[in-house]
């Protein structure tokens, strides 16, 4: 979660057209290009970078992806001057201003202050779906697995459309109701488009991990899972000045940091600065609450599996100090920044 944003696509560059006029942008808007891109290089430093997220933003403003043919009129530019501004003065992620993040094979909508999808955590739930598909492929059951704060859906939604057919049904969770909507938008477009693999089904549910009632209401009638994946709030507040701006200012801090007692909404420096000097924990207290729900959350006869994604230096800590004996075939795996990113394990029987 710490590191900057980085969205993939397949964007082709193009010569703009005033609509009107029919001249390039080069000829009727060329020195407030030139100058909305030395804008945006004032917060993204590499030229490249820069150039291809005002390419971005122009085919956001189109409609359309940016051909040799794409025409833009004045109002539509005065419309990317004001897009322009927002990401710079307001330091809104690019995600939020185009509304859309890929994950894989999904395109998966994103809105403020619902966290973006990002590229370490598809990383993982590729690699984890590989694993459950040959590890079960041959088991007569379908697997049940829990998503431990879905947010947009990205995990459970990935693994459904990447899973074998007719192998899981999956429940995400997540005590912000926005994200349980917005989590059902994504599972809609999904099915709408065919993306979920035939037979594995997603349903997602408004529940809070620190509730005592918090296995009833994500269990329902499943009678627990197989397998419990999460991606938990875990930065520190001593990590504060590692996350990126955009991601301090317009993402859910309940989604960020570590910390059991967040504020729902922590925009201004100073409320910011308070919670930093009275949080003194490690950002570990989701991890701890997860590993001390599994034993009711897992069931006797199942897989019994818990994948974990946790920051850059806690992967050790959480094998070793919150995952006691009581665990079995611990791992680590690398994200591929070579960073460890995610702990696997299972709960004996």
């Known amino acids: 979660m710490i590191v900057d944003l980085i969205r993939s696509s397949s964007l082709r560059s193009?010569?703009?057209i005033q609509n009107s006029r029919k001249f390039s942008v080069s000829k009727c808007f060329g020195n407030d290009r030139n100058h909305l891109l030395e804008k945006l290089k004032s917060v993204?430093?590499?030229?490249?970078?820069?150039?291809?997220?005002?390419?971005?933003?122009?085919?956001?403003?189109?409609?359309?992806?940016?051909?040799?043919?794409?025409?833009?009129?004045?109002?539509?530019?005065q419309k990317l001057k004001t897009t322009i501004n927002e990401r710079v003065d307001?330091?809104?992620?690019?995600?939020?201003?185009?509304?859309?993040?890929?994950?894989?094979?999904?395109?998966?909508r994103v809105r403020p202050p619902i966290l973006i999808p990002r590229t370490e955590t598809e990383f993982w739930t590729r690699k984890l779906s590989e694993?459950?598909?040959?590890?079960?492929?041959?088991?007569?059951?379908?697997?049940?697995?829990?998503?431990?704060?879905t947010g947009s859906g990205c995990i459970s939604l990935f693994l459904a459309s990447e899973m074998n057919e007719n192998s899981v049904d999956i429940v995400g969770m997540d005590v912000n109701e926005e994200a349980i909507s917005l989590a059902?938008?994504?599972?809609?477009?999904?099915?709408?488009?065919?993306?979920?693999?035939?037979?594995?089904?997603?349903?997602?549910v408004l529940a809070d991990l620190f509730d005592d009632n918090f296995e009833g209401k994500v269990m329902g009638e499943m009678g627990g899972f197989d397998?419990?994946?999460?991606?938990?709030?875990?930065?520190?507040?001593?990590?504060?000045?590692?996350?990126?701006?955009?991601?301090?200012?317009?993402?859910?801090?309940r989604a960020l940091y570590g910390h059991r007692r967040i504020l729902s909404s922590l925009n201004e420096s100073n409320q910011m600065d308070r919670l930093k000097q009275k949080e003194t924990g490690d950002g570990m207290d989701f991890f701890r609450q997860i590993e001390s729900k599994c034993s009711k959350l897992l069931s006797e006869n199942g897989s019994r599996m818990l994948v974990m994604e946790t920051g850059f230096d806690q992967a050790k800590v959480v094998c070793d100090s919150i995952l006691g004996s009581k665990w079995s075939e611990k791992e680590i795996w690398e994200d591929q920044f070579g960073t460890e990113r995610v702990v696997y394990s299972i709960l004996r029987k």
């Open 14 to 16: 193009g010569i703009w």
């Open 44 to 77: 993204i430093p590499l030229q490249e970078e820069a150039i291809q997220e005002l390419k971005w933003m122009e085919s956001h403003v189109l409609g359309m992806n940016l051909t040799k043919n794409a025409k833009m009129n004045e109002d539509q530019f």
């Open 90 to 108: 307001q330091r809104k992620p690019l995600q939020y201003i185009l509304g859309t993040q890929p994950f894989g094979s999904l395109d998966l």
């Open 131 to 149: 694993r459950l598909n040959l590890e079960y492929q041959n088991v007569n059951r379908t697997l049940r697995v829990l998503d431990i704060g």
């Open 184 to 204: 059902e938008e994504n599972l809609r477009d999904s099915l709408e488009r065919k993306q979920i693999a035939r037979g594995n089904s997603v349903k997602f």
């Open 227 to 253: 397998v419990v994946v999460s991606n938990p709030p875990y930065i520190p507040m001593s990590q504060l000045d590692l996350v990126e701006e955009g991601a301090r200012m317009w993402e859910d801090p």
